[in-house]
């Protein structure tokens, strides 16, 4: 299963954590219950979620639920009760140990049981006094401890133990070993790993903006007496309304980096390896060495230590030199040679030691810098070795040299998984072999483009070469073999990799036992697409045609089946709605199958049963599958489907199959239910005909009767099919009722919106009645769906289905029968009796033949597709756009954009499509960020195509060249950029035509020269029109797209930089320059590769958060916090420290830890959340954005109000660069700047950044939206302060207006305001009193004091919290009760009042959104 989790969520737009309808949300409800849905601290208070706190591992069916009890029983509550007994298991006590090292004193660690002994080595080689050490062995009372033992099994280790550590003798391995520690200790505060993309070291600056830890600064003396001090001033850049947006602060300087020298050279010697004699005196190899000093030597490496020898660059003499100053340790021995190299390291030493753990932990998968300053290359001896061996993480630890991949990837799916200690350690292999193999995969994709792997059939052309290395199979994504020639050529073998990756994560997903998926990684690197997979024991000695057991080798001209394999994928055909059927063989005989044809099976020698191939998993997407006499719904088809694509692999994702079913199984139970009330109606009338059913259905959905049952469907509900997935992102809150009733073969929940009801036979009888206006402005994300409960006859219905499907139906009388098989039909249901929706995905493959009997089969079959090709346009792209219109989806930039589409199930092919829709709109205004996001998107993405093709034509020497040249005709407004082709380069290219051409796909390869801007930009806007179907009205230049669309260059650049792989040198660029070009060769520093893999889960870890977050919503933050600790324990234990989900785990805790009042540990855990972001994320990703914000706002309350203006300040200048100032977002993070630097007295900034919020909040939320009251208060305020009362007035009485308009008199807010509104009238007439007094008397007059007082911090942070969408809980147990009770009153005031608000509401939408008649 695709879980929704699988890319990772990207941006978390509005953290309203505890919105325990406070203040301006309040009123506002139907602002603040549509949090975003992708938040992890989205709550929408007070929803009963006891019914399914794990996420919907309630209803299926029993068989499967034995196979895969792994992820807990099927009732939520006792997964939560049997987790929680499971966890005490682990969380053994630890205890203390001493631990003696040679030269130290001793010092005690704190360990726990479960620890191998290896751990304690790995905490030894950081500690700062034992760092040098690396050969040595722990000993208890003399006798020495195994490695891999864990420390409870070790007799007599106990509290207070002393451990002594012990030199050991080296050997060739463990001298290397060490060099390669020292060198990396040298190294380690040296960011260039980071730049370069290795070794999975990434780059993080934090620490610049808050000088060090901010544990320690917490503890400092409290900076308030001294606001005077603080400089507030931002840089000009960051000012609203500043027209340049500079790059060079992207990265700003660490004064850390500045290197520390400690030594000048420390390389491998030319005179190794030692000769035989040497050898045999114990010398292990050869060191070189230039102190700072500029002292050269030479060094050996023997059994017993380190010793300078006499050799010099040009003798070879090993005899020791006099002093040898033999060492155990190099740094011994160094520090002994050089003061300076003793002095350096131990300053070095400090640092890292005090440098936060997260900056220094590598992170999981490899993140990529799109920019990077100039760095000098250094001498560099272990870089120099990796580099020409094939050596992977540290290959030399593994007995037998390379890994055999597919080996570790299928036993780590074998360990067992019965209970928790056990899933842990699974899923802890499973994703340590994934990303260990990502890492391998990606390096070897890398070489196999730069030419550094001999292919296995050297003898054919370039683009047919296949290549072996470190035992990965890699392909490269052209059409070999003219294999999809039928499917679309290349295009379809560039898509069949992604298709099929997303296969492989399904199928993973479901994970069922004995059934095996290949390990597969999808590298985009210098315009080639390259696949990497690991490989089937034996496969490579048989050909293809024996193998296959399973499918077909030939798109379905030849079929064979399997009787195992039928039954291994029987049992992920419910979670991954796949229908079995069957298909014909070429002598038409039936072939029983049960997933694509094209999936084959293979037996490999290991006897393990593999799938793959797995590009059709999911059914194909008609809008873009033009088919001969096949008609489409009419939704689709007003919009101008079908489509033709560049391929005929267009298929829709998993999202949206889960979307639709759930859509249809709500509309299954309301037709049910409007049938047994019609039964209970006309008694005398038998059953009324279904044609009328329907039409009731529709009619009755009209009626106000119950406007929220079809009002208020949640949009991706979290109830999933099997236990074991779970397609909630951490960032989805927990939906709460989430209808686990149905019978058990419908865990679907209900889904969104019922755009096609079909009504009558279902095949498009379409009445465009008032149901499509209420469905056509789908139904919000988080309304609840209370009211869907109360719809007469529902809950009958729903009992009727669970009785239908507990028994075989015998006992139910057969009137309710019809009634069931009657909704079944019109749903479109694959069984009579239950719900149940699956797609066969062979239907409109070429080639494939199904046998007559199954006609009306294939005929239900085709309809569905065509709904939910229909489904997809008329629901979830409106739904989509409703929800960008509400600000519960906030994308900042592409990738959260394409997220957030992603979540909807709709592909990017229809991001033209989303485009038409927004600028249809009457409220196009209020989504003006998302359609120039969405024109950023298109424009990139169509350069990224042209780009592709563009770069291989290009041979490796003028690669830098024709990148900057690509550059500067896709940005620069020079407009006859000229290629830069050294003179010498082209005559000796004359020389070499005659050797054959290595370069894949080659060519003339001097034609990329020739490219000019105006071509490349016509080639964008025709690409836009053939692939996107959208007209871009900028054929010209890119000045034309930035004026027409107010696009900037600089997010340009990022977004085509991080599509395409380029880093680039961090300057400034004169883009506008019509004399010279912009970017020159000497500006683009690397090309990276673009890497797209499985992200396997932590389930159980999950199942915890979600518990949690349920609790939170409940008001239970005592024990909320509890259960996301845990999950932080269990994330850490399958993780590892640095992930993105224990991102979102540590945002929420330090959410939580504030909301209760423990500041400090808030602001702990906050910072590890940047932290982490910034390492696993990017710098500059709009998740990290978010994550400056909250850290800044705990700053603030810690006190450290200069760190929380520097925060805010980068987190301004980062969003300026990635979606520019036109955002709803920057208004909440004006309004925080504006507020802070109104506590520190700065008047006129702050009224700078709160008219800014004031303005943008306005254009986006509407002039009478409760944001904008807030506004226009908090402007007012800072007015007073200066004593300007009469603005001041002016603002208040626009917010006091908006409030009586919106919430009423009686409202709290209308009364605050009109408080406020009475207290600056008192003080403008106590002002202009005075003012009087001072003209009458002149300056003898007796004047009244003015009271000016700077606003108190606390009235500062109650403001600022309130923006934040934060309200305090004073944490008593009798406040708790009160509170909670508070919550439910309010839950049902809001209910009531939302049916009339909806009422009224419904007239207002129907203005904003078009509806098709």
């Not at 209900?750 to 079909?758: D, G, K, L, T």
């Not at 010209?1036 to 260059?1049: F, I, N, T």
Request: with cysteine; glycine share 6%.
């Amino acid at each position: 299963m695709v879980s929704k989790t699988d890319d990772i969520p990207e941006s978390v737009p509005n953290c309203n954590t505890v919105d325990l309808a406070r203040d301006s949300e309040t009123a506002n409800s139907r602002e603040s219950s549509k949090t975003a849905l992708k938040d992890p601290c989205a709550c929408a208070t007070g929803h009963n979620s006891d019914t399914a706190v794990m996420n919907g591992d309630g209803g299926h069916d029993q068989a499967e639920e034995a196979d895969s009890k792994q992820d807990g029983s099927a009732d939520a509550e006792s997964v939560e009760d049997s987790n929680e007994q499971e966890v005490i298991v682990i969380q053994d006590t630890g205890f203390t140990v001493k631990i003696q090292a040679p030269g130290t004193e001793p010092f005690d660690l704190q360990v726990s049981p479960q620890e191998m002994v290896q751990e304690i080595h790995q905490v030894l080689m950081d500690r700062e006094d034992t760092c040098h050490r690396t050969c040595f062995s722990l000993q208890l009372d003399g006798n020495v401890l195994d490695n891999f033992a864990e420390l409870k099994s070790i007799e007599g280790l106990q509290e207070g133990s002393l451990l002594k550590v012990v030199e050991e003798p080296y050997t060739v391995r463990e001298a290397r070993i060490h060099v390669r520690h020292i060198r990396d200790l040298l190294k380690s505060l040296d960011p260039s790993d980071a730049y370069n993309g290795v070794d999975c070291n990434s780059l993080s600056f934090l620490s610049v903006y808050t000088d060090g830890d901010l544990g320690d600064t917490g503890k400092r003396k409290k900076k308030g007496s001294e606001l005077e001090q603080i400089d507030c001033t931002p840089p000009e850049h960051i000012l609203p309304g500043s027209k340049e947006c500079p790059l060079t602060p992207i990265q700003p300087q660490n004064k850390d980096w500045k290197p520390m020298q400690c030594l000048k050279v420390l390389t491998m010697s030319g005179w190794n390896p030692p000769p035989g004699n040497r050898k045999m005196h114990g010398d292990l190899m050869y060191l070189y060495i230039v102190t700072v000093e500029d002292r050269h030597v030479s060094i050996t490496a023997s059994t017993r230590g380190f010793y300078l020898n006499q050799s010099t660059t040009y003798t070879f003499n090993p005899k020791p030199a006099n002093p040898s100053f033999l060492s155990h340790s190099l740094v011994e021995l160094l520090s002994q040679i050089s003061p300076a190299f003793k002095k350096n390291f131990t300053t070095l030493q400090k640092k890292r030691v005090q440098r936060h753990p997260f900056e220094r932990i590598a992170t999981p998968f490899q993140v990529y810098s799109w920019t990077a300053p100039q760095i000098d290359h250094a001498m560099d001896c272990v870089r120099a070795e990796d580099a020409y061996t094939s050596r992977l993480g540290y290959e030399e630890h593994i007995p037998g040299q390379t890994r055999d991949w597919n080996e570790e990837l299928q036993t780590t799916r074998e360990l067992s998984r019965k209970n928790l200690p056990e899933r842990l350690l699974r899923e802890r292999a499973i994703f340590k072999v994934h990303s260990d193999f990502a890492a391998a995969a990606t390096r070897g994709a890398m070489a196999v483009i730069d030419g550094n792997v001999m292919a296995i059939n050297p003898g054919e052309e370039t683009r047919m070469q296949m290549f072996i290395w470190n035992n990965i199979f890699f392909s490269l994504g052209f059409d070999v073999r003219d294999h999809y020639r039928e499917l679309g050529g290349d295009a379809a073998a560039h898509a069949a990799p992604t298709n099929d990756l997303n296969g492989v994560r399904a199928y993973s997903a479901v994970d069922v036992e004995g059934l095996y998926t290949l390990g597969t990684v999808v590298v985009d690197y210098r315009g080639y697409r390259v696949t990497a997979q690991s490989i089937i024991p034996g496969i490579l000695e048989r050909e293809q045609e024996q193998s296959v057991i399973y499918g077909s080798i030939d798109f379905g001209k030849t079929v064979v089946s399997h009787p195992k394999y039928l039954e291994l994928l029987e049992k992920t055909s419910r979670p991954l709605k796949v229908h079995r059927h069957d298909v014909l063989n070429e002598k038409d005989a039936p072939v029983d199958l049960c997933s694509s044809v094209e999936c084959k099976g293979i037996i490999g020698n290991d006897g393990r049963h593999y799938i793959l191939d797995l590009l059709r998993t999911f059914p194909p997407d008609l809008n873009f599958l033009p088919v001969e006499g096949e008609e489409l719904a009419p939704e689709s088809q007003k919009l101008g489907f079908p489509r033709q694509h560049r391929h005929r692999l267009a298929c829709l994702r998993q999202e949206l199959i889960e979307a639709f079913v759930e859509h249809r199984y709500l509309l299954f139970m309301k037709m049910a239910a409007l049938q047994l009330m019609q039964q209970k109606a006309n008694k005398d009338n038998k059953t009324a005909a279904l044609q009328d059913t329907s039409a009731a259905d529709v009619h009755s959905e009209s009626k106000p009767q119950a406007p929220e049952a079809s009002e208020k469907v949640p949009e991706t509900t979290a109830a999933s099919p099997t236990s074991s997935e779970s397609p909630i992102t951490p960032e989805e809150p927990v939906k709460p009722n989430a209808t686990t009733a149905s019978d058990n073969s419908a865990p679907e929940a209900p889904a969104s919106q019922n755009a096609e009801i079909p009504t009558g036979n279902s095949n498009g009888t379409h009445e465009p009645s008032a149901v499509e206006k209420q469905n056509g402005e789908c139904d919000s994300p988080l309304e609840g769906k209370e009211a869907d409960e109360n719809m007469p006859g529902l809950a009958q219905a729903k009992e009727l289905a669970e009785s239908l499907a507990a028994e075989d139906g015998s006992g139910i009388d057969p009137k309710s029968r019809e009634v069931v098989l009657n909704a079944c039909k019109a749903v479109g249901s694959i069984s009579n009796t239950s719900f149940d929706i699956r797609f066969n995905p062979d239907i409109f493959s070429p080639g494939v033949r199904f046998p007559d009997y199954n006609t009306e089969d294939i005929q239900k079959q085709k309809q569905l597709l065509k709904d939910s090709a229909a489904f997809l346009v008329s629901c979830q792209i409106p739904s989509f756009v409703k929800d960008c219109l509400e600000h519960s989806c906030l994308p900042m930039d592409g990738a959260t954009l394409t997220e957030a589409l992603h979540q909807r199930g709709i592909n990017v092919r229809y991001l033209g499509t989303m485009l038409e829709f927004v600028n249809n709109m009457p409220a196009k205004a209020q989504l003006e960020h998302i359609y120039r996001i969405g024109i950023n998107e298109l424009i990139t993405r169509c350069a990224k195509h042209i780009f592709k093709t563009y770069l291989q034509g290009v041979e490796l020497s003028a690669l830098s060249a024709a990148v900057s040249h690509f550059l500067n005709c896709l940005l620069s407004s020079f407009p006859d950029a000229v290629a830069h082709l050294p003179v010498d380069e082209l005559v000796s290219r004359k020389k070499s035509r005659k050797r054959r051409n290595r370069v894949p796909g080659g060519g003339d390869n001097t034609a990329w020269a020739s490219l000019t801007p105006s071509e490349l930009w016509k080639n964008i806007v025709s690409e836009a029109q053939n692939y996107y179907h959208f007209s871009l009205q900028c054929s010209e230049s890119v000045d034309q797209a930035v004026e027409k669309y107010g696009l900037q260059k600089i997010t340009l650049l990022r977004e085509i930089s991080i599509k395409t792989g380029i880093q680039i040198l961090i300057k400034e660029y004169n883009f506008d320059s019509r004399h010279k070009p912009a970017f020159t060769e000497e500006d683009i520093l690397n090309i990276f590769p673009v890497v797209k893999h499985v992200n396997p889960k932590a389930s159980d870890a999950f199942h915890f958060f979600q518990s949690g977050q349920a609790k939170v919503q409940q008001g239970f933050l005592k024990e909320g916090c509890e259960l996301i600790n845990e999950a932080l324990n269990l994330f850490n234990n399958v993780y590892g420290a640095m992930h993105v989900e224990i991102c979102a785990c540590l945002r929420l805790l330090a959410r939580l830890n504030y909301i209760m009042g423990d500041h400090p540990e808030a602001l702990s855990n906050q910072q590890k959340a940047v932290l982490m972001s910034e390492r696993a994320l990017g710098i500059e990703h709009p998740n990290t954005i978010q994550e400056y914000m909250h850290l800044a706002l705990y700053c603030f309350a810690n006190g450290q109000l200069s760190t929380a203006l520097k925060l805010l300040y980068r987190a301004r200048y980062l969003m300026l660069v990635v979606c520019g100032e036109d955002h709803p977002e920057m208004a909440l993070l004006d309004s925080n700047i504006g507020l802070v630097l109104h506590g520190v007295m700065e008047y006129d900034l702050s009224l700078r950044f709160l008219e800014n919020a004031l303005a943008i909040n306005s254009k986006y939320h509407g002039p009478r939206s409760l944001k904008v009251a807030l506004s226009h208060h908090l402007v007012a305020r800072v007015y007073e302060s200066k004593a300007d009362f009469r603005s001041a007035l002016q603002h208040e009485k626009e917010g006091y207006t908006v409030y009586k308009n919106q919430v009423g008199e009686a409202h709290e807010k209308t009364k605050e305001s009109s408080e406020y509104l009475k207290y600056l009238t008192q003080q403008a007439v106590a002002l202009q009193r005075t003012m009087n007094e001072i003209y009458k008397n002149g300056s003898n007059a007796s004047i009244m004091p003015l009271k000016f007082t700077a606003p108190s911090m606390a009235s500062v942070l109650e403001q600022l919290n309130i923006i934040n969408g934060i309200i305090f809980i004073p944490l008593s147990q009798k406040d708790l009760e009160n509170l909670k009770a508070e919550v439910q009153r309010r839950q049902q005031l809001q209910d009531s009042s939302k049916n009339e608000e909806q009422q009224a509401n419904q007239l207002e939408l129907d203005d904003k959104l078009p509806v098709d008649d």
